[in-house]
């Protein structure tokens, strides 16, 4: 097994059992799941291997929204620092053009331009590296928490238990809220039913009435 095709689905295998976790997960525990899945196409799997690649500094990658990196515990002992067996699961807001990336092909988001011409694929390019339209990938954002009020997230927690924006409204909010050199834009919005485009496109409306009427 090549080390990148080791990696993909080391990866996949760790993604499905870190979802399932609470914050935390046992090295052993999360060891042997990714080894199962490894083997039953590639018997014979180094569990010691996976444990090094667990603790690895370079194993980050994005879990229901969030940028995952895993490193195992340290704790102090008499003759030094042993590893722990808890592999602590630590979550950092989506921050990097190269996470934000991974997050839109792990959700099919793509930003295009409405000109389909060689001048609307430069803006296409473009709008995809615009900061003000990286996603809100989680109701914690501080940039979601800026421009939606409190009582409308609330009632999207609280209220209707949503744990995170859904792809399409993640995407869709900054560009309808945040602008461009004070531009704001309109916004087409394709994806499947029953995945929020309703609320991709009534939060924003929602929240800039809210705002006007505060003045």
Known sequence: MT??????????????????ADG?????????????KLSSNHPGVDPTIISKWISSEKNTFIVNGKSVSLSRSKQELDDGIALNKVAKITTTALVS?????????????????????EEGQRKSK?????????PYATFDSERCK??????????????????????????CWPVLLESENGKKRDIVGIAETGS????????????????????
């Open 24 to 36: 935390s997960i046992k090295m052993k525990k999360l060891t042997k799941k990714i080894v199962k």
């Open 196 to 215: 929020g485009k309703t609320l991709a496109f009534a939060m924003p409306a929602l929240s800039i009435m809210y705002q006007e009427d505060q003045i």
């Open 3 to 20: 080390e990148s095709v080791f990696n993909k689905e080391a990866t996949k295998a760790a993604k499905k059992a870190i979802k399932k």
């Open 97 to 117: 053009s190269d996470k934000i990336e991974e997050w839109r092909r792990e959700h099919k988001i793509v930003l295009k331009d409405t000109l389909d011409d």
């Open 126 to 134: 473009k709008l995809s590296h615009t900061k003000e339209y990286y």
């Open 146 to 171: 800026k421009h939606i009020p409190k009582s409308l997230l609330k009632q999207c927690t609280d209220d209707n238990g949503f744990e995170k924006p859904s792809p399409i409204q993640a995407q």
